[in-house]
């Protein structure tokens, strides 16, 4: 098993003994799952940790704006098929995080990790995956996050030439120009909702060309690649045009999408779709997305959503009108502190919803609801919201640390 054919160096067990011991004092400390400190305690004792831990193992990273998370637990589940898999499930995806995961999984056949979209490049050259999945990229953390074409210009130049095969979808103009450097892609048509971020060629800056779910640029030709994976409505199509149903348990056609690649990253490794399909069944929740709990004797739906994008997607799986929706909105710094996207969301999408908003910026989230022309109230808490909501099961959409505030609150 890996870990016994090319056992860690002195210094490296070192690592990973002091980083676990940190991480165990930050949980008995009542600060979180503790695995970025430990992480970040480990890599300092030995810089070159990461690619230590991921020698033994195949390993998948997975990068988007929106899905990794979902994404990588269908991945994960779908590879116990094949042997046991090491993950970083609570999404601490920036190398600290994932060392720690790493970490934790000695025995582990398959590495199935969340990168975030700045550290792919990085990530990749010191874990060489056997797999890449890249979903999507949108705007997202205005104010330090990179313009989406530079994220793409960034993960175009960190996997030119990389051994790993590369599962994009190619319904995304910025994933395929950031994927063609590489030598070995499989095209998935997993479709594309939000388009605002690419409307310009990223290959020359010309207007894109979009007839139907097709695009192409009119200036120098840069067009959609045809996919051999596709997702077909309840099915996902695979390479020899057999359609496989998808079941899950997550909602909504996001998770479809995200369904569709994970099927076309496990038969990389060599797990049919039926049977990738089938693991992916056992996904209730992702790390509380989509969990319904019970609060004030009324059921809440938790929802996220973080940018213009994952915005669009949740409007179109929340509960018909006359659902009540609770919006909240933090703006804290791992939010992003700018909240101009707000300005980017269709929130006439809501019209016919009662409207509760809360939150750090929820004064912000109302000037946009009244220019919208949305009817809203704006409450205190998560706890006045829910008194004021009329009957049936309550939506609650929220920002990243809005959402974390919301489990908190509600035991989850």
């Known amino acids: ?126 874990t060489s995956p056997k797999c890449i999945a890249l979903l999507n990229l949108s705007r997202d953390q205005l104010d330090r996050a990179a313009e989406t074409r530079m994220l793409a210009e960034n993960w175009r130049e960190g996997l030119a030439g990389s051994k790993a095969v590369i599962v994009a979808n190619c319904d995304d103009p910025l994933v395929v120009w950031a994927s063609s450097s590489s030598p070995n892609v499989i095209w998935v048509a997993a479709g594309q909702m939000w388009k605002d971020d690419a409307w310009s060629c990223p290959s020359c800056g010309g207007v894109m060309q979009r007839p139907g779910d097709d695009w192409f640029c009119g200036e120098c030709g840069f067009r959609r690649p045809t996919p051999t994976w596709a997702l077909s409505g309840d099915h996902v199509l695979d390479p020899h045009g057999s359609a496989w149903p998808i079941h899950l348990q997550l909602p909504g056609r996001a998770n479809k999408a995200n369904a569709a690649s994970s099927a076309a990253v496990a038969a990389v490794f060599g797990v049919p779709p039926q049977v990738a399909l089938e693991r992916m069944y056992q996904v209730q929740a992702v790390a509380g997305r989509y969990d319904v709990v019970q609060f004030q004797n009324r059921d809440l739906r938790l929802l996220l959503a973080k940018n213009p994008a994952g915005w669009l997607e949740t409007f179109s799986l929340i509960d018909p009108p006359p659902a009540p929706v609770i919006l909240s909105v933090n703006a804290r710094g791992a939010d992003g502190t700018d909240t101009s996207w707000l300005w980017d969301v269709d929130y006439t999408r809501l019209t016919g919803h009662p409207i509760f908003v809360i939150g750090d910026r929820k004064l912000d989230l109302a000037v946009r609801l009244e220019v919208a022309n949305q009817h809203f109230q704006v409450c205190d808490d998560l706890d006045q919201a829910v008194q004021m909501c009329p009957p049936g099961r309550i939506e609650v959409i929220a920002n990243y640390t809005a959402f974390q505030d919301l489990r908190r609150r509600v035991g989850n």
């Open 1 to 126: 098993m890996a870990g016994n054919s090319d056992p860690l160096s002195p210094r490296a067990k070192l690592a990973v003994t002091a980083g676990k011991a940190v991480a165990a004092a930050s949980r008995a400390a009542g600060r979180g799952s503790g695995s970025v400190i430990g992480g970040r305690v480990a890599l300092r004792l030995d810089p070159d940790l990461l690619g230590r831990l991921a020698q033994n193992l195949d390993v998948v990273l997975v990068s988007a704006t929106n899905g990794k998370t979902t994404t990588t637990r269908l991945i994960a589940e779908a590879l116990r098929a094949a042997g046991p898999v090491v993950s970083n499930a609570l999404g601490a995806n920036m190398p600290a995080g994932i060392t720690s995961a790493l970490a934790g999984g000695s025995e582990s056949k398959f590495g199935v990790i969340e990168v975030d979209e700045k550290y792919l490049a990085g990530v990749a050259r010191d």
